[in-house]
Structure formats: C-alpha cells, structure tokens
C-alpha cells in the first residue's frame, strides 16, 4: 500500500515536473518567434 502510494506521487510529480518543462518550452518558442519577427520588421524598414 505505502509501496503504491510511493509510486502514485513519483509519477504524479514526474509529470507535474514534465508540464512545467513543455509549457517553459512553449513560452520560449513563442517569446523568440515574436523576437525574431520583430528584428525582421526593424531590418526591413
């Protein structure tokens, strides 16, 4: 029982943990995409 619910948390925090990676990820992505296109912008005028 201690065993399962030992488990049941490592892999509730693994995946709390992997959230919160791909959601830092997003939020670069989208950050350096909008950087890039307003160098672009900046380039072209």
Partial sequence: ??????????LASFLF???VV????IALI??????IEGVIKALKK
């Fill in 30 to 35: 989208v950050f350096i995409k909008a950087f």
């Fill in 17 to 19: 943990g992997f959230i």
């Fill in 22 to 25: 791909v959601l830092l990820l």
């Fill in 1 to 10: 029982m201690v065993f399962m619910v030992n488990f049941i948390w490592q």
